[in-house]
């Protein structure tokens, strides 16, 4: 099993900056991907973000590109979403998720693992 934890949620105006953390615990071994995917208020959970651990590779939605951010620690087994020029629509609770693999249209595969989430609201 792994565990993950996720911060730096809040409240933030319009064009501001945040930054979340996700720390994984537990077999983080068997997990190569860790990233982030966001539900908005009566929407459908969308792919934000990942990373590999052991390539360094990183994914975006397209819609995101140029604005957010992913990094990780692999000694910390802790990844980061920087997310720049905030709008309203960016508003949702995000998760964090570590699976054996993710795709690059952001599909997370084998044996997937979620957090709990934290809820980023941007105010106009």
């Known amino acids: 099993q792994v565990q993950l934890v996720e911060s730096g949620g809040g409240l933030v105006q319009a064009g501001g900056s945040l930054r979340l953390s996700c720390a994984a615990s537990?077999?983080?071994?068997?997990?190569?991907?860790m990233g982030w995917v966001r539900q908005a208020p009566g929407k459908e959970r969308e792919f934000v973000g990942a990373?590999?651990?052991?390539?360094?590779?990183?994914y975006y939605a397209d819609s995101l590109k140029g604005r957010f951010t992913i990094s990780r620690d692999n000694a910390a087994n802790t990844v980061y979403l920087q997310m720049n020029s905030l709008k309203p629509e960016d508003t949702a609770v995000y998760y964090c998720?570590?699976?054996?693999?993710?795709?690059?249209?952001?599909?997370?595969?084998?044996?997937?693992?979620w957090g709990k989430g934290t809820l980023v609201t941007v105010s106009s």
């Open positions: 998720a570590a699976g054996t693999g993710v795709s690059r249209t952001g599909d997370f595969y084998g044996s997937t693992y």
């Open positions: 537990g077999r983080t071994f068997s997990t190569d991907a």
């Open positions: 990373i590999k651990r052991s390539t360094g590779n990183a």
